[in-house]
């Protein structure tokens, strides 16, 4: 695991500049660095030292040194391409994954990205005909950011290492900042720098001539479906989980498992546990939240297989960790991300490397909307009359309860989803909770709106779902879920909350070859009535306790925005109210200010929207106003402080 940077063009490379770029990535690779400069052209590296500490050291060449690498990630199968290649008379003077790519490209170029099987993000710079291949691994695990301009480009791990290169790429992107107020991720290859791209996932850049071209080379298809029977099928998967746990345990360091509780971690763990049995060590982070806490779970697995289990409780803090959340990301946080950059703080004190669950809801089927599908049209089937009805004499005189899975929130959110279909239906289920358009409409000042005319913040969604790939509404559901939120969401937020304390994750579930056969497997066996992830379920029975698999999914909605609620209540109109979101004219200074108030005087339940714009208002000022992270911290804690906080006049009272 590593960070890599590095530029090309027709003007002279330093090494500082390269240098200068790594160091601000530094923090993914403390162990080791390096550089490779030539005339218009430098590549660099930080590395985190996980397999050949001795002998993995970058830039890596092949045997004439005409082709070199940097590459951040772990290729699983690299014995085999290993072993391959020496059998074609390559020769190796490292044992490290890194130096199977530069072989491997001798023989077949570009389309050598097709023969991986791992995590990966990684620039080839071809010596001889002066081209530079990028490229990224099937799911998005590992980053790759990059901008082009006459004739030149820059690429780096990390928006902060582009920035550290040329500041002057700190502007805001409109479509960005709309497609997080909508969907809470931003989709490649937008990010929130208008001149700053990221390669989607699954794709490569061939870049020669000052001009990049971009293809994909992996897909994921939902069919021909498996005709094996129920117990055929959950064998095959089996073995199949067994396989690329075990893959995923290659380390010359000790390896880890993050253990939530929940069913898709806590089955990685327990694949993981039966390879290393005692050596494995594994952490869990509580948040102090009605039921919520998956302490006890985690411990009754820890103890089912003898790890060396470590456990924390934390209390989550907006002054506290958003700064530092948005510095890691070099983009508005998430609230999900806050825990998940704790536990990161607490494994790396013990481990190099950890294991997640990442990509099981996808696969398996976790999310309720893929179940509620089939009864939502039962609910349409009821005439639009007297569902009409019951959203005006009902739901909208229900009160909000300002809790998480509030009983409103679900009718609400029903009543909604009912009266769309297919693609539309599925992105306004994503939009319910933050800023859908009758929200944004309400929101963006003029100037901002009429910067997105002819676009939809959602169109990814839209396009995804009418893809091929998939003919059956969970499968579309499942296919959208998995180029989309996975990639944007859940692998960008693990990625930044580990590396930020130099922790390398992995994510058995989304190796290639297991989830092509998980698309393939019938809905019919991922989903029984209103029965989630059966067979992993049925999986579980046989390696799980008992309490683990009678346990709900703890999903819906975050539930931080109500641990939070005392912070936000303070923060959110001593920092909103003098919006600079709204001072340089993207929303509308009126429209906040009511949000807002409406929220403090419990009308209506704005919390995760107003997290979107607390989260939204802190990146700007640390991007775009050019604020240090720890001027940040200051900034929240004396708002906080101020006389007349909601909070303090509580404790007040």
Known sequence: MCGIAGKAGSARVTEAEIVRMCDA???RGPDDWGTFVEGGLGIGMRRLSIIDLAGGHQPLANEDGTVVVVFNGELYNYETLYAELVAKGHRFSTRSDTEVLVHLYEDEGEKMVARLRGMFAFAIWDRTRQRMLLARDH?????????EAAGKIAFASEIKALLADDPSLAELSPRALDQYLTMRFVHPPETFFTRIRQLPAGHYMVWENGRGRIERYWDLSYGPKWTYSEAETLERIDEL??????????????????????LDSTLIASYAARTLGSELRTFSMGIPYRDLNELPYAAAVAARYGTRHFAEEVTPSVVNDLPRLVSALDEPADPLSICL?????MTARHVKVVLGGDGGDELFGGYDRYAADRWLDGYR?????????????VLRRLPDQFTFKSFTHKLRWVDLMARKTGGERYSESLQFFWFNEAHRSELYAPGFRDQ????????????LYAAPNAEAPMDRMMYVDSMSRLPGQSLTILDRATM????????PFLDPRFAEFMARVPTSMKIKGRRLRYLERRLGER?????????????FASPLMYILEGEVRSLAPRLLHKSELVRDGYLRGERVKQIVDEHLARRYDHGNRIWLLLSAEVWYRRYISRRSEADLEIELADRLAEPGSPALARIAS
């Open 25 to 27: 990535i530094a923090h």
């Open 139 to 147: 799911f998005g695990q590992k980053p790759l950011f990059y901008t």
């Open 241 to 262: 989980l067994a396989e690329t746990v075990k893959l995923h345990l290659l380390s010359d360091v000790p390896v880890g498992a993050f253990l939530s509780g929940g």
């Open 341 to 345: 950059l704790h536990l990161a703080r």
């Open 381 to 393: 089937a009821i005439p639009e009359a007297i569902r009409n009805v019951v959203a005006s004499q």
């Open 452 to 463: 997105l005319l002819g676009t939809r913040p959602d169109a990814c969604l839209l396009d």
């Open 500 to 507: 930020a304390y130099s922790l390398e994750s992995r994510s």
């Open 543 to 555: 390696y799980l306790p008992p309490e683990v698999l009678a346990r709900k999914k703890q999903g």
